[in-house]
């Protein structure tokens, strides 16, 4: 079985990630895809670590997650029906033997990584599972010939369900315990209700990796796997008390009185059960479950540490929503240098307004916290590098490294000529003045271009507009020199106040190159951003 996923994720893995993480918003919708994915996969325990990751970078709700969980208990119950229509009753041997023939060759002698050899695994795993059905088939037969079953005969369904939970627990694959359940009704020794009861327990077996990967996780982590352990224990709770009248219902279902066939109707019936009892409240759950648990770590980033490193997709949708943060702040900073006032609603609002002392944290703190969250993200992606990278997240993450390294630069260079405008502003001389009103109008008019540009635009406009935008910032501080260079021929200006003006104009440009390098890193594709770079270039 683990040969068999890891081969079915690196084939259908990257598309399937995709799928999962753009469409699973809303319970009902969840279901299906998790349903899919987990049929696809079959790993529900895979299905639950991936939703672990979209969550908490923030690119999954959590009512969507929750509809993803149901359905991926659902879907894991696909090979049960194979295993139990065919798995029993044909030869499995031979082709057994083929499959892990061919496939042993190819995933011996091809290029580790190449689609070739992840299909070669997934034949090899196909035939891995085949054999091992085989002799789990033939052990059980001349095993139960003289097996005394009495002993279990009055063991109660609850203790078979908790043995269902330890095993599945232990393997980590409720799929090969359910092939361990049909083994031993194949084989007579267990009963059909024990076995039922077993497979109750299977799914709450399964959730113990996704809740020891909860464990000291982000709050996010905690609700999802809140969610998964609880509506599965629910299920397995639910699937005990209409045990016996079940199984009597589905004996007069016609085709189905094979007890092999029986049970993975139970296992299906019970699930679309907790599903249609569930799915009503899904949405009200997602809410209880946001006012629980809450994060105690003194870290800046809010999605980070949510996300972890397990999915890489997920990772470069958290670095983007805090490099997004980090240009919020450093559109805050550098507004506040230059007192510009922030408007009502903009594209990059301040992620700390209403916080600290007053309602606001001064300047020098919130510098502070931009550069902490600068190294709280290039240690993230160090880390998140280590994991097996497509080239488009690799460019996708040297990109907004990129784009944040040039808003930290964008923020530190107003940082440093606080001081001088203060300076030239009580210096009260008209020529000076008169420059910082030319520094002030166009940084304003700057700003407000700037407070217009979101991620929702089409990339050309995107494109033309930082284009644009760099162009008239590199004219403005053309103008601004010559402006000066005529002022200090009049000698209007003094030789100090004239120096510091030309670093107060130096710096004003550095800041808004930076800057609107920084944007167009962030908002535009790497090889689209390239373009840009090359059109800018000063």
């Given at each position: 079985m683990k040969l068999l996923e890891d081969a079915l994720a690196a084939l259908a893995g990257l598309p399937l990630r995709r799928f999962l993480r753009e469409h699973a918003d809303r319970p009902a919708?969840?279901?299906?895809?998790?349903?899919?994915?987990?049929?696809?996969?079959q790993s529900s325990t895979l299905v639950s670590l991936l939703v672990l990751a979209?969550?908490?970078?923030?690119?999954?709700q959590l009512a969507g997650a929750v509809g993803v969980i149901m359905g991926a208990n659902l879907g894991t119950t696909l090979t049960t029906w194979l295993v139990a229509s065919l798995g029993f009753k044909l030869d499995l041997?031979?082709?057994?033997?083929?499959?892990i023939g061919v496939g042993g060759v190819g995933f011996s002698l091809l290029r580790r990584g190449s689609r070739a050899r992840e299909t070669a695994g997934l034949l090899l795993g196909v035939g891995l599972l085949l054999y091992g059905l085989d002799l789990m088939k033939s052990g059980v037969e001349a095993w139960a010939s003289a097996f005394d079953v009495a002993p279990f005969a009055d063991w109660p369904l609850v203790l078979m369900a908790l043995l269902g939970v330890a095993v599945t627990g232990a393997i980590q694959s409720s799929t090969a315990a359910m092939m361990i359940a049909l083994g031993a009704l194949h084989g007579g020794i267990v009963?059909?209700?024990s076995a039922a009861a077993f497979a109750a327990g299977t799914s709450v077996g399964t959730t113990f990796t996704a809740v020891l990967g909860a464990l000291g996780g982000s709050a996010d982590k905690k609700r999802v796997a809140a969610a998964h352990f609880g509506f599965n224990l629910f299920k397995a709770a639910l699937a005990l008390l209409i045990l016996h009248p079940m199984l009597a219902a589905l004996g007069r279902v016609p085709g189905l009185a094979d007890p092999l066939l029986r049970l993975a109707a139970f296992h299906t019936t019970i699930n679309l059960a907790g599903i249609a009892v569930v799915l009503p409240f899904a949405g009200r759950l997602?809410?209880?479950?946001?006012?629980?648990?809450?994060?105690?770590?003194?870290?800046?980033?809010?999605?980070?540490?949510?996300?972890?490193?397990?999915?890489?997709?997920a990772g470069?949708?958290?670095?983007?929503?805090?490099?997004?943060?980090?240009?919020?702040m450093t559109v805050s900073l550098n507004r506040e240098a230059l007192q510009i006032p922030a408007p009502p609603v903009g594209e990059w609002p301040d992620p700390d307004a209403g916080q600290?002392?007053?309602?606001?944290?001064?300047?020098?703190?919130?510098?502070?916290?931009?550069k902490r969250l600068e190294g709280e993200i290039v240690e993230y992606v160090a880390r998140l590098q280590l994991q097996e990278l497509t080239p488009e997240v690799g460019s996708g993450l040297s990109a907004q490294l990129e784009a944040m390294r040039m808003a930290v630069s964008s923020?530190?260079?107003?940082?440093?000529?606080?001081?001088?405008?203060?300076?030239?502003?009580l210096a009260l001389r008209a020529p000076v003045d008169v420059r910082l009103e030319e520094f002030g109008g166009a940084a304003t008019t700057l700003y407000a271009a700037i407070d217009r540009l979101a991620p929702g635009q089409p990339e050309p406009v995107l494109v033309q507009t930082v284009s644009a935008l760099r162009n008239q910032v590199r004219e403005a501080r053309e103008g601004a020199l010559g402006r000066l260079y005529r002022e200090a021929s009049r000698d209007s200006i003094g030789e100090e106040v004239l120096s510091t003006l030309l670093n107060v104009n130096r710096a004003l440009y550095l800041s808004a190159q930076s800057l609107l390098r920084a944007l167009g890193l962030h908002l535009l594709a790497p090889e689209t951003a390239g373009v840009v770079e090359d059109a800018s270039l000063d």
């Amino acid at each position: 079985m683990k040969l068999l996923e890891d081969a079915l994720a690196a084939l259908a893995g990257l598309p399937l990630r995709r799928f999962l993480r753009e469409h699973a918003d809303r319970p009902a919708r969840g279901i299906l895809i998790g349903t899919a994915a987990t049929a696809i996969l079959q790993s529900s325990t895979l299905v639950s670590l991936l939703v672990l990751a979209f969550v908490g970078a923030g690119i999954m709700q959590l009512a969507g997650a929750v509809g993803v969980i149901m359905g991926a208990n659902l879907g894991t119950t696909l090979t049960t029906w194979l295993v139990a229509s065919l798995g029993f009753k044909l030869d499995l041997a031979t082709s057994a033997m083929a499959f892990i023939g061919v496939g042993g060759v190819g995933f011996s002698l091809l290029r580790r990584g190449s689609r070739a050899r992840e299909t070669a695994g997934l034949l090899l795993g196909v035939g891995l599972l085949l054999y091992g059905l085989d002799l789990m088939k033939s052990g059980v037969e001349a095993w139960a010939s003289a097996f005394d079953v009495a002993p279990f005969a009055d063991w109660p369904l609850v203790l078979m369900a908790l043995l269902g939970v330890a095993v599945t627990g232990a393997i980590q694959s409720s799929t090969a315990a359910m092939m361990i359940a049909l083994g031993a009704l194949h084989g007579g020794i267990v009963d059909l209700p024990s076995a039922a009861a077993f497979a109750a327990g299977t799914s709450v077996g399964t959730t113990f990796t996704a809740v020891l990967g909860a464990l000291g996780g982000s709050a996010d982590k905690k609700r999802v796997a809140a969610a998964h352990f609880g509506f599965n224990l629910f299920k397995a709770a639910l699937a005990l008390l209409i045990l016996h009248p079940m199984l009597a219902a589905l004996g007069r279902v016609p085709g189905l009185a094979d007890p092999l066939l029986r049970l993975a109707a139970f296992h299906t019936t019970i699930n679309l059960a907790g599903i249609a009892v569930v799915l009503p409240f899904a949405g009200r759950l997602a809410e209880w479950l946001g006012r629980r648990f809450r994060d105690g770590s003194d870290q800046i980033n809010h999605y980070l540490h949510a996300a972890g490193h397990e999915v890489p997709e997920a990772g470069l949708e958290a670095v983007r929503r805090e490099v997004r943060r980090a240009l919020g702040m450093t559109v805050s900073l550098n507004r506040e240098a230059l007192q510009i006032p922030a408007p009502p609603v903009g594209e990059w609002p301040d992620p700390d307004a209403g916080q600290g002392r007053n309602g606001r944290r001064d300047f020098d703190e919130r510098y502070r916290r931009l550069k902490r969250l600068e190294g709280e993200i290039v240690e993230y992606v160090a880390r998140l590098q280590l994991q097996e990278l497509t080239p488009e997240v690799g460019s996708g993450l040297s990109a907004q490294l990129e784009a944040m390294r040039m808003a930290v630069s964008s923020a530190k260079a107003l940082k440093d000529i606080r001081g001088n405008l203060v300076e030239l502003r009580l210096a009260l001389r008209a020529p000076v003045d008169v420059r910082l009103e030319e520094f002030g109008g166009a940084a304003t008019t700057l700003y407000a271009a700037i407070d217009r540009l979101a991620p929702g635009q089409p990339e050309p406009v995107l494109v033309q507009t930082v284009s644009a935008l760099r162009n008239q910032v590199r004219e403005a501080r053309e103008g601004a020199l010559g402006r000066l260079y005529r002022e200090a021929s009049r000698d209007s200006i003094g030789e100090e106040v004239l120096s510091t003006l030309l670093n107060v104009n130096r710096a004003l440009y550095l800041s808004a190159q930076s800057l609107l390098r920084a944007l167009g890193l962030h908002l535009l594709a790497p090889e689209t951003a390239g373009v840009v770079e090359d059109a800018s270039l000063d």
